[in-house]
């Protein structure tokens, strides 16, 4: 007789990861992480805190939280620290949410979204992107209702590249009640041309419930160490998370290099501006294969293959020429759609050669 789980285990979907990762010369443009090796300062800072693994981590992440607190002028205390934001994420949906709540997202959006409801039994409320592939968030803001503890924003939105305006996001979180607590997700944030990655910070002091989620995983470059925060406009989301959460989630390796990786702004620009160098010139190299790239503001880009076009055959002719990209069906596309990571310029090379052979 086989194991006998928990009914929620029947409704949480297992994670699209990304597969193929065997093969040692493959192009990794699956997982939007950044192609530049982390900084040298903060391999140092890595190696520096081997020393004391003997050790439990600091569980209140306070070097790193007063870091942050500097760099954001968000007081510590509205601060939470995750193992990856992911983390944070299902933490909030823990804390959030029970059968009979409900949780508002966008789709297709980021593809552990669902995992939340699924988990706790709520009930989730997608809303269709508006056909440039964005949030439509005049439609997020009348699927609110009473049951509604929960509204998710992710911009610029995963997996479709686009970001909305600041004023748009000004006026949802005007519309949505103060018990509603409201994520914005903004793992992309740094390579959002719209806005100033930090534009949204101000939104913070006028509404108590909402939550700026970011991570060390994308411009970073530390998404092996695991570590993301959450900047939150009141103190009740990092004490709740801290109830749900076991002690000790964020590990001593990624408290010290995440603390570090903040003293290097410049070289964040720098990794930014080199991506986005590429973003204009593998768009224009999509364009010209006849594809209709979205308006990518993250370090990825999103485009419909052509109805006619098998999107298994493609992502398999891809991998057979060593690159690994996302396919749009795990993740939520109703058409045959990719995703595909802007790597060097040698990878993207690679990508556009081989998919220009397959169309
Ligand atoms: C929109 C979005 N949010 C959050 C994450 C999670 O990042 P992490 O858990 O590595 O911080 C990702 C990762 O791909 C993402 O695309």
């Not at 009141?234 to 004490?239: D, F, G, Y």
């Not at 003293?263 to 991506?275: E, F, K, P």
């Not at 939520?332 to 990571?341: I, M």
Request: include cysteine.
């Amino acid at each position: 007789m086989p194991i006998e789980f928990a009914e929620r285990i029947r409704r949480i979907p297992v994670y699209p990861a990304a597969g193929g990762y065997a093969r040692a010369d493959l192009v990794k443009l699956a997982s939007n992480e950044t192609p530049f090796p982390p900084l040298p300062a903060v391999r140092e800072a890595i190696e520096r805190a081997l020393a004391t693994l003997n050790r439990y981590p600091d569980p209140a992440n306070s070097v790193l939280r007063r870091t942050l607190s500097e760099r954001y002028d968000v007081p510590a205390g509205r601060i939470a620290i995750g193992n990856g934001s992911c983390d944070i994420l299902l933490a909030a949906g823990e804390a959030l949410l029970e059968p009979g709540a409900e949780v508002v997202y966008a789709w297709p959006s980021f593809s552990v979204y669902p995992h939340l409801a699924a988990a706790s039994g709520a009930r989730a409320v997608t809303v269709p992107l508006d056909s440039q592939h964005r949030h439509d968030l005049e439609a997020m803001a009348r699927e609110i209702t009473v049951a509604t503890r929960l509204a998710i924003v992710c911009n610029p939105n995963n997996p479709t590249s686009t970001a909305i305006p600041l004023a748009d996001i000004a006026g949802f979180l005007a519309e949505v009640p103060r018990h509603v607590c409201v994520i914005v997700d903004e793992a992309y944030c740094e390579f959002n041309l719209l806005e100033d990655p930090d534009a949204t910070l101000p939104l913070l002091d006028a509404h108590p419930n909402l939550v700026l989620l970011r991570t060390f995983s994308k411009v970073h470059g530390l998404c092996g160490l695991r570590v993301g925060f959450a900047l939150c406009g009141s103190e009740e989301l990092p004490r709740a998370l801290d109830q749900v959460r076991q002690p000790f989630f964020c590990n001593a390796l990624a408290q010290a290099a995440a603390t570090e990786a903040l003293a290097h702004q410049d070289a964040v620009l720098d990794r930014v501006t080199r991506t986005i160098a590429e973003r204009i010139s593998v768009d224009e190299r999509l364009r010209a294969l006849g594809l209709e790239p979205a308006e990518s503001q993250a370090n990825f880009c999103w485009f419909a293959l052509g109805a006619d076009r098998d999107e298994e055959a493609i992502l398999q002719g891809l991998a057979d020429r060593g690159v690994l990209v996302r396919g749009g069906g795990a993740l939520g596309s109703e058409v045959p759609a990719l995703r595909v990571t802007y790597g060097l310029p040698e990878e993207n090379a690679r990508f556009l050669d081989a998919l220009a052979e397959l169309l």
